[in-house]
């Protein structure tokens, strides 16, 4: 797999496009879920989320989308130090869908994007438009597939071509390698590369696959209620607190 390395950026955004996450705090329904979380997204970087289940990743992720009420301050800025609201695409876990549903990746895809009612003809634009988008992913050949016949890495590539209509500045994904073969796994790996690479956009994923982190990522958040480690894939997992969180000494290579 090719991978793009980003040029670090410096820790105060000077100039630069970034999210900035500071001193964010969860509390659901009395239960104190993430407290003092602060980190900085640079676009053009691929940051991985990790940590074990019940460390507030989809909380983190839900209050980054505005789903969630928080204290702290999320705030994004462009390139040139103008504050303005993100874009932001989610791609959640994959959904489940039924094997026999006779609804297209098309019909999937423009019930999304357009209000155009299933009873009449397709016009031609639409179908364009849809086309356009599955080719950012290439994945205009997936159009007239079966959603409920698509493999898993299939069905990424289909949610992530939705969320990129129209093309955000984050990207969120969660888990986007459960239930990916392989093969499947690779090749989205080397998708997400070219995306970032080709819009400059932030995507900001959660994996358990420790062991592709340094084939892809910048940079690793280890989550624990609160932020426990921020670097580079190897000195996250060589790192006392990822061996304490998870009971792994994977040394600076990612695998054991």
């Not at 410096?10 to 969860?26: H, K, Y």
């Not at 969630?68 to 994959?94: C, D, M, W």
């Not at 016949?149 to 093309?167: D, H, T």
């Amino acid at each position: 797999m090719s991978v793009h390395r980003h040029e670090p950026a410096s820790p105060g955004c000077a100039g630069l496009c970034c999210l900035r996450v500071e001193n964010l705090g969860v509390d659901v329904g009395g239960a104190e879920i993430l407290q003092t979380v602060s980190f900085h997204l640079h676009c053009g970087e691929i940051t991985a989320l990790i940590g074990p289940n019940g460390a507030g990743k989809s909380s983190l992720f839900k209050a980054v989308l505005g789903q969630l009420p928080h204290t702290g301050t999320i705030e994004f800025q462009r390139a040139g130090g103008n504050k303005t609201r993100p874009l932001i695409g989610y791609v959640p876990q994959s959904p489940a869908f039924d094997r026999g549903d006779p609804v297209s990746v098309f019909d999937f895809f423009a019930a999304a994007v357009s209000d155009w009612p299933v009873f009449l003809p397709v016009p031609n634009k639409l179908r364009a438009r849809v086309r356009a988008c599955l080719e950012r992913v290439h994945g205009d050949g997936l159009m007239d597939k079966r959603m409920g016949a698509l493999s898993g890495g299939e069905l990424q590539r289909v949610l992530l071509a939705l969320a990129l209509e129209p093309l955000p500045h984050i990207l969120i994904l969660d888990e986007p390698l459960s239930g990916v073969d392989i093969d499947g796994e690779r090749q989205l790996l080397d998708m997400l590369d070219e995306i970032r690479r080709t819009y400059d956009l932030s995507i900001f994923l959660s994996t358990h696959d420790f062991a592709t982190l340094g084939q892809f990522a910048d940079k690793v958040i280890l989550l624990k209620n609160t932020v426990l480690r921020v670097g580079s894939p190897e000195e996250v997992l060589s790192s006392a607190e990822f061996q304490a969180v998870f009971h792994l000494d994977l040394g600076k290579g990612g695998t054991r």
